[in-house]
């Protein structure tokens, strides 16, 4: 199973980008999806995620309000909307999966299994 990530670019603060996360080669059937992001010498920080059945969205503090997790179960994808991008919002984003993972531990990366390549983003000023 590969998640590959997309969607990412260069915009200017109070700009939109629209990322995507497809499961490729395999099949998953996760019980969590989710989006974190790693800035230049930072840990990988969460961002957001979604519960597969039901579609309940979690999101950071920081991103609340401003960024939009949906999935397409059909599809097997999940994207980020990401609007009004700040320059502290620059960072590689990627996006996670586990079939296993609980809501209490959705916020650490190190327990997802399955991981996407990457997508740089970038905010200038």
């Known amino acids: 199973v590969q998640l590959q990530a997309s969607g990412g670019g260069l915009v200017q603060a109070g700009d939109s980008l629209r990322l995507s996360c497809a499961v490729s080669?395999?099949?998953?059937?996760?019980?969590?999806m989710a989006w974190f992001r790693q800035a230049p010498g930072k840990e990988r920080e969460f961002v957001s995620a979604?519960?597969?059945?039901?579609?309940?969205?979690y999101y950071a503090d920081s991103v609340k309000g401003r960024f939009t997790i949906s999935r397409d179960n059909a599809e097997n994808t999940v994207v980020l909307q990401m609007n009004s991008l700040k320059p502290e919002d620059t960072a590689v984003y990627y996006c996670?999966?586990?079939?296993?993972?609980?809501?209490?531990?959705?916020?650490?990366?190190?327990?997802?299994?399955?991981w996407g390549q990457g997508t740089l983003v970038t905010v200038s000023s």
């Open positions: 996670a999966a586990d079939e296993r993972i609980i809501l209490s531990s959705i916020r650490i990366p190190r327990l997802y299994h399955y």
């Open positions: 080669r395999g099949s998953l059937s996760p019980r969590y």
């Open positions: 979604i519960k597969w059945n039901g579609g309940t969205t």
